[in-house]
C-alpha cells in the first residue's frame, strides 16, 4: 500500500530520519482508515524495521508505538536483537523517569497491564548484563509474583546481584533459602579475601592486591547489612 511504501522510503534514503516517528504517528491517528490489509502491511513493516528506527531512536521508537500501536510494543522488542537497545526499548516503557532524554517529549501514555507483565522479567535479566547495581532496587519497586523466581534467579547468580535475589526469595516467603545464599555468598567473598592475604606476598603488584582487597571488604561489608536487614525483617 501507498502507506507502507512512505515508511519504506524513509529507511532509503530520508534526509529527516527522525521524521519517520512523526510519519508513524500520523498513518496510524484514528481517523486515518488504512483498511484492514494495508494496516496488516504497514505494521509489519514497522516490525520488520525494528533495529532501523531503534538505529534512530531507540526511546522514540518506544514513545512513538506506545502512543500509536500498542500492540506492536511486544513484536518490536522481540526484533531487536541487540540486547542493550532491547534493554533500553523496555526501560523507557517501564522506567521512563531514567531515561535521559527532552522530559517534555515523554510519553503520556500509560504501559498496558499485559504488556508490563511480559516485559517485567525480561528487562530485569537485561538490566543484570547492562546496570546490576539498579537490579535489587527495581526487584524492591515490584509486587510479590510479578517475577517468576525459576527465570530470573540464574541471571541473578550468574551477574553477582546477590542482594537482589535475597530481596525477591525474602518477600516470596522464602527467608530460610535467601539466608542460606546469603551465607554461602559472603563465605565465598571471605574465602576469596582470605587466599588473596596468602597470596599477598609472591605477588608483585602490590597495589592492584590492595584494590582487590578493599572490593571484597566492601563486598563483605554490603551483604553483612543485607544480612541485617533480613534478620530484621523476620523478626518483625
Request: glycine content about 4%; aromatic content about 6%.
Amino acid at each position: 500500500g501507498l502507506y507502507t511504501e512512505l515508511l519504506e522510503t524513509y529507511f532509503e534514503d530520508h534526509e529527516d530520519k527522525d521524521g519517520i516517528f512523526d510519519c508513524i504517528t500520523t498513518c496510524l491517528l484514528p481517523n486515518i482508515d488504512l483498511g484492514q490489509k494495508q494496516m496488516q502491511s504497514f505494521r509489519r513493516c514497522i516490525v520488520a524495521h525494528a533495529t532501523d528506527l531503534a538505529d534512530i531512536s531507540v526511546v522514540q521508537t518506544a514513545r512513538t508505538l506506545l502512543a500509536s500501536a500498542a500492540e506492536l510494543l511486544e513484536p518490536t522488542a522481540k526484533a531487536l536483537q541487540d540486547s542493550y537497545q532491547q534493554f533500553m526499548f523496555l526501560r523507557t516503557l517501564l522506567e521512563p523517569s531514567l531515561v535521559r532524554e527532552d522530559t517534555s517529549l515523554r510519553s503520556k501514555h500509560s504501559v498496558p497491564e499485559n504488556v508490563r507483565t511480559t516485559f517485567q522479567e525480561r528487562y530485569v535479566q537485561l538490566m543484570c548484563a547492562h546496570e546490576p547495581g539498579h537490579v535489587a532496587d527495581y526487584v524492591g519497586l515490584l509486587q510479590s509474583g510479578d517475577l517468576r523466581l525459576d527465570r530470573v534467579l540464574p541471571a541473578f547468580e550468574e551477574s553477582g546481584v546477590i542482594d537482589a535475589a535475597i530481596v525477591l526469595l525474602a518477600r516470596d516467603g522464602l527467608a530460610r533459602d535467601a539466608m542460606d545464599r546469603l551465607i554461602a555468598h559472603v563465605q565465598s567473598q571471605q574465602h576469596a579475601l582470605t587466599s588473596l592475604i596468602e597470596a599477598a606476598n609472591e605477588s608483585p603488584d602490590a597495589e592492584a592486591t590492595r584494590e582487590t582487597a578493599d572490593d571484597l571488604i566492601e563486598a563483605v561489608q554490603k551483604y553483612t547489612k543485607v544480612g541485617i536487614w533480613l534478620c530484621q525483617g523476620q523478626s518483625t
